[in-house]
């Protein structure tokens, strides 16, 4: 406002280097002097601004971002180019090391675009004018003057670089629990600044390596919970992605073994390493780590490294690594280990319904809100069930491709009665017999999701909705199933990306 007030407003003796010449277009109040407009196009350009940019960066994981070295690229030499010496100060405070996302650069084209229109008119209408001996004479465009095209530009770069150095406070402080043992779901300006001046030098590398593995493991292998993690914010969100990222690693490295005893061994060692996290010592730390690095593939060890056994129970985990060893039946003696519909509950229950127990104790811990054990106990309970629809919906929609490893789901009584059997399942997996199954399964799954969603409005307010997006999502393939007439990728059922983004929309807007 200083700047505007020196360039709107000077002593009578000194030109103005703007001139109001349409009078029709002031309202009359001002303040020092500033046009009530002028103030107000201030506001409003602030506000759209940070509204597309919030919209651009909502998906975005920022602390995979916080790389430094010779491996990030230094927002500094950026804003160097971009907005000069004052952007340059915003740069820094959004921190050394920051890369580039692109999620930035939507947010200062369209408004400032907009702007270069808009005013272009103003000043073709004589609106406003700039007078000739305090401007350069160049042009962007007929119209439009140099300065307020440049002058658009730098503040919307501000705008921008501002809420970029937000957000990368945020990041460092939720992606780092060593340095910042407690957070804060508001932290003060003076300690954004304090976690913005924290050295690059002390970046746990390593943790942002295996978030970016996390994040991008979550991303190749489901594309409804990946659009669904964009919906949780700070250090839950971050938990989340790293118990999923558990869980998926201990899948593949069962499911990929060569043979079943190295399979066995994997649940082994799992188990073990289970073991040692829950072990009641002061070394577990150091022994977690030196098991992990000496006993699992590159590949695997930050996914064992980061899951916060902290703040889960081991209970689920272990029912996990039984759910493991029923896959295992497949290739053993008892090739279609599913013999009824109490079995598949157990199997949904320990693969399934112990993933989801733990994701509601990762909300509950990370929330400030009180409540009580009986009713948490009771969430968690309805949590695992909703687990259990979930996994439902995951055997329908895989039946296909699980055929095609050789196998079936589908309880063997299910089939018997059907006058099928697993073998009919895997020559044909598309046939009326094993269709009209799928379809029984995704009635049992919508009759227990519906049992069980009354319980999300029960969950803290901070994990609710997005809670409320990572169901919806799942259960809306069981939905894209029912109805028939999908498109199918690599064997699977998809949900168009158009009707994700709605499904996901519409769980967000009931709070």
Known sequence: ????????????????????????????PTLFKIPAEEIFFFIIQTYNTSILYLLASKPTFHPIYLVGGPRGKSWELQVRKWAGILSLVASILAGAGLVVRGGEVLPIIIPTSYLWAVDTIALRRGTWVIESGTKLGFHLWDGLDIEEAFFFFVTNTLIVFGLVAFDNALAILNAFPVLFPTTTPLPSPIQLVKVLLVPVSQYDDERINGLQEALERLRRKSRSFYLAS?????????????????????????????????AKHWISKLTEYLDICYAKSAKVPARRRDFVMHTFPGKAQAALLLLPTQYLSPSPLYDLMKGLETDLAFSSNTPYPIADEETLELYGSRVAGTVAELCLELAFHHSEELTTEQQRRKIIKAGGWMGIALQYVNISRDITVDATNGRVYLPSDWLISSDLKPESVIKDPCSAGVEALRQRLLDNAMRIYEDSKGAIELLPSKSRAPMRVAVESYVEIGRVLREGGYKVKAGRATVPKARRLRVAWTALQKG
């Open 1 to 28: 406002m200083g700047w505007d007030y020196a360039l709107v407003y000077e002593p009578e003796e000194s030109s103005s280097p703007f001139e109001l010449t349409d009078t029709d277009a002031i309202v009359g």
């Open 230 to 262: 964009g919906s949780f914010q700070g250090r839950l969100r971050i938990d989340l992605i790293l118990l999923y990222s558990f869980c998926r690693v201990a899948d593949d490295l069962v499911d990929e073994a060569p043979s079943g005893a190295e």
